[in-house]
């Protein structure tokens, strides 16, 4: 066995720099008669100090994530983009379905002030000011008015050196918690970032994801305000590649998902059989069946996952009621059968209800 650990940046020989003494974290290695049974372990969860203090803030549920969908969808009196009628639309469509969180991100910037375009932070990025446009405060008012909550998008650069500033900034304008991106390194520096960003959160009630991360090693624990880590190769690739096949989806759960809760961009309406995929970064296709991707649901273990796909594509469509009901935490979970690479069948239980959910490498699938 072997483990790689990154180097410190700018210092090839040193993996780790303290002083005085420390723990070093543990190293676990699972083993089951069959590699699905590793689903149902909660050791890396358990070698974690549990938490401390009042944790009843922490809420779970759906989020809408219109980044994914491209911003496509024109509606009758607005055009699409970072704008009131904009968050007003999803923040409906929320309410209409059950969906707890409705995420503010971007456009060709981030909902923050920023002069350059894309999502990497320029000189003048502020993570303490909304871009005027948007009407953050409105947005905020409205949607506490119709009891959804709001969650920011922010690139982890400009946030770390305002952290505890910003954080309470967004306490007290209500919102719910905030998607951390970029972070693309796993030294000790990053890793103490992201303990940072967690201590904090914590401290001003914000539910954090991750992504641009390493896998996860059950820290959510400790720190509950920690929902979900992307740390994998997700369904946002399609917008660009085609290799979040069936079979892929089938190995994550085998694979990744051991490691922890998981996001990967769940909710894709416009399914098409591999052969006739196109990649494209407007209104993206999704490789498989209906049923396959609903079935990612109850699969994969994931207390934030993402409706991502625009309203409209949910519109007089049946399947939709399942997304609307399905929950995003469970009191048991037991893999039922399956084999690596081929399929899966996951039954995870809610109260005495119990959802079973079945993924395969081609064209079955099945949630009950």
Known sequence: LQVNLSP???????????????????????????????LESDVIYDLNAPPSGDVSWVKPGKTTWNWWNGWTEERPGFKTGMNFETQKYYIDFC??????????????????????????????????????????????????KQGVGIRLWVHW?????????????????????????????DDQEMVDTCERILKSAMKHHLTIQFHGIYKPTGLQRTYPALMNKEAVLNLENLKWSDRCTPRHNVNVAYTRNLAGPMDYHLGG?????????????????VIGTRCHHLAMYVVFENPLPMVCDFPSAYEAEADFE?????????HETRFV????????????????????????????????
């Open 157 to 185: 650069k400009p946030l770390i050196d305002r952290l505890d500033e910003a954080f309470a900034l967004y306490e007290s304008w209500g919102v719910n918690g905030l998607m951390v991106d970029f972070f693309n390194r």
């Open 322 to 330: 399942f997304i609307s009901r399905v929950p995003t935490v469970w």
């Open 8 to 38: 410190l940046p700018g210092d090839e020989d040193a993996v780790a720099k303290h002083e005085g003494s420390f723990t070093t974290p543990w190293r676990v290695l699972l083993l089951a008669d069959h590699p699905g049974k590793l």
């Open 95 to 144: 309410k209409q379905n059950g969906i707890e969180f409705h995420a503010v991100i971007a456009d060709e910037r981030p909902w923050s002030v920023q002069s350059r375009r894309g999502y990497a932070p320029g000189p003048d990025s502020d993570v303490l000011t909304p871009r005027p446009e948007l009407e953050l405060p409105r947005v905020l008012a409205y949607a506490r």
């Open 337 to 368: 059968t399956g084999e690596v690479g081929e399929w899966i069948a996951v039954a995870r239980r809610r109260g005495d209800v119990w959802y079973v959910g079945i993924m395969t490498d081609k064209a079955l699938s099945l949630i009950h």
């Open 269 to 285: 309406f416009r399914n098409v059989k591999k052969k006739d995929f196109e990649k494209r970064d407007k209104a993206p296709l």
